[in-house]
């Protein structure tokens, strides 16, 4: 009897030991499983600093193929767990998201999941034609080109605006704009009406009035300016010299508005075929200014316009040493006199065309 109490008294002791090292060793795993459960959420996890796009319908998988491609981040493990914890991956929105060095997992799934986009610079200057614009333009946003220049067959909202086929591109004037990736055309539309009511303010508009003209004539004629001179300090003489020619009701005569006609820009001299072309945008045949501008102009255009220079300039010619400035003169003799030695440069380079 003495000894059975004896051996249970010794085997309770051994149970014991065993249940300690057991908890012990449980108690370490959870920790370390805990540790790392902390670090998969709260540890730095962005090894490179990089804008990446989610495009529409795309999944959790991809979403990881594509932070992998850019090798973005440090732990796609840890990515993936706290997604799926966060049910990432019934919400992935599209758009363009910008991860910064130093976030944690945690906070990268957050930004995903509340489609956080990072806006982008759209710059759209340099165009032309409606075909340069929505090339331009689709590089930036998710709208592509074809439905930017589906917006220029949509009379009915032009005419909403106050706008015609022809008068439409003087709505999108050039500058440097803040879009999300995710912006659609008729988006993309809405806000350039924005920015075109923005910019015609008070200001501009009264400048417009005291010339004559509203904004839309404004932006044809520095369309015209544009075109005419790559010199930033000629805008504003180029710019009071067709003024004063639409005062004295003189033929604008602007090559420019010829090679739109014709529909060549690359035109280095302008023939008398080339003047004979019947089109409204001719101004060798037709009086006043164009129907619409020949181009998108700029800003700095624009304001040559109504800030333009005062002089009594009419008669205007490319320099022959091609510096790309011009002689301007007040009479058609002196501007002859010029106009022969252009002709002559150009002969003397066999620029024909």
């Not at 309770?12 to 540790?35: D, E």
């Not at 910019?199 to 508009?205: M, P, S, V």
């Amino acid at each position: 009897m003495a000894i059975k109490k004896k051996s249970t008294l010794m085997l309770f002791p051994k149970i014991g030991k065993f249940i300690i090292i057991f908890f012990s060793i449980a108690f370490i795993i959870v920790g370390l499983r805990g540790y790392q459960l902390y670090t998969y959420v709260f540890q730095e996890n962005v090894k490179t600093e990089k804008a990446f796009i989610i495009p529409d319908g795309a999944s959790v998988y991809q979403v990881t193929d594509t932070l992998q491609a850019n090798d973005i981040l440090l732990n796609y493990k840890a990515f993936r767990w706290v997604s799926n914890k966060k049910k990432y991956p019934s919400t992935v929105k599209p758009g363009r998201y910008l991860m910064k060095k130093g976030m944690n997992t945690n906070q990268v799934v957050n930004k995903l999941r509340a489609g956080e986009q990072e806006p982008l610079h759209v710059i759209f200057n340099n165009a032309r034609f409606k075909e340069d614009l929505a090339g331009k333009v689709s590089r930036y946003i998710q709208a592509d080109s074809l439905s930017i220049l589906q917006l220029f067959d949509d009379r009915d909202q032009m005419e909403e605006w106050g706008f015609t086929p022809e008068t439409f591109s003087a709505m999108f004037i050039p500058n440097t704009y803040e879009f999300y990736w995710t912006t659609g055309a008729e988006e993309f539309a809405r806000r350039m009406k924005l920015e075109y009511d923005r910019f015609w303010n008070d200001n501009r508009r009264q400048k417009a009035e005291a010339l004559g003209l509203d904004p839309v004539d404004v932006a044809t004629l520095a369309s015209i300016v544009q075109e005419e001179t790559v010199k930033s300090d000629e805008l504003k003489r180029v710019a009071g010299l067709y003024i004063n020619r639409l005062k004295r009701g003189m033929l604008l005569q602007a090559d420019p508005t010829v090679k739109y006609a014709v529909g060549d820009f690359s035109l280095r001299r302008v023939l008398n075929v080339h003047l004979e072309t019947d089109s409204p945008y001719n101004t060798y045949k037709y009086a006043g200014l164009p129907p619409g501008p020949i181009n998108f102009p700029e800003v700095s255009a624009i304001d040559a316009v109504l800030d333009c220079e005062q002089h009594k300039y009419v008669y205007m010619v490319a320099r022959e040493d091609f510096s790309g400035y011009h002689h301007f003169s007040t009479t058609l003799t002196e501007h002859n006199r010029y106009a022969a030695r252009y002709r002559a440069a150009l002969n003397a380079r066999k620029i024909w065309k």
